[in-house]
């Protein structure tokens, strides 16, 4: 997802739950995770380059962190490791070929509406179709570059992130369907900590 739009997902969906303080704290290490820094080397940030199980265990370490960060009532932290799991999460949808898999059980002039896209679907998840975009470096880097983008992209192979991506709406119509399930999945992640602390622990955590 481009920098704004993860801010977009994160605010619809916790919103209403959260400290406007505290989720601005969550949004920036999210977005973080974009920099230079968060993206070379770190495909299981951003489920790119077929690294679904790698992502996923770097979803769950950083779901242990917030707990373990809490426990030690370094709420900052927390904040953090929350803002990190939530990045990933959201980037399920944008890089790789779920919405599609979901959207294929339908035919094309029968697609639902996108609220109904279940983002936690398990035979997708734990399925062997499921695939994300590869960076093809150096030249993915140019399918960037607005004014050049139109001639590189043609040129790079349909498993290309350049060609898989529902980055933003200029990705088409699919684009809808990967915003939704990442707000309905930022809301799962936050139900892990609903479910998994106490009232008071709680409190400090979506307050401060
Ligand atoms: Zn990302």
């Known amino acids: 997802m ?3 739009i993860h801010a977009q997902i994160t605010r619809k969906a916790l919103e209403k739950y959260f400290d406007p303080k505290v989720l601005n704290t969550v949004i920036r290490s999210n ?18 380059n077929n690294k679904i199980t790698e992502s996923q265990v770097y979803l769950q370490k950083q779901r242990n962190a917030v ?13 953090m490791a929350f803002g ?28 639902p509406s996108v609220d109904e896209i279940d983002p936690m679907d398990d035979l997708i998840l734990s399925g062997s179709k499921l695939k994300s975009g590869k960076l093809y470096y150096p030249f993915e880097i140019l399918s960037f570059v607005p004014l050049i983008k ?14 898989m991506n529902l980055d933003s709406p200029a990705s ?11 707000v309905k999945r930022t809301v799962v992640e936050f139900d892990v900590f609903r479910e998994g602390l106490t009232v008071e622990k709680l409190n400090l955590f979506i307050n401060g």
């Open 150 to 163: 139109n001639f590189i992209i043609p040129l790079l192979p349909r498993d290309s992130h350049a060609w």
């Open 172 to 182: 088409g119509k699919k684009f809808a369907y990967a915003f939704s399930a990442a």
């Open 2 to 4: 481009l920098i704004p």
């Open 67 to 79: 707990f373990t960060w809490i426990e030690k009532v370094d709420l900052r932290s927390a904040w």
């Open 31 to 48: 977005q973080k995770q974009d920099t230079l820094q968060g993206q070379i080397g770190h495909s299981d940030f951003h489920f790119d």
């Open 84 to 111: 990190r799991l939530l990045h990933s999460a959201q980037d399920l949808y944008a890089h790789s070929n779920y919405v599609s898999l979901w959207l294929g059980q339908f035919d094309d002039f029968g697609w």
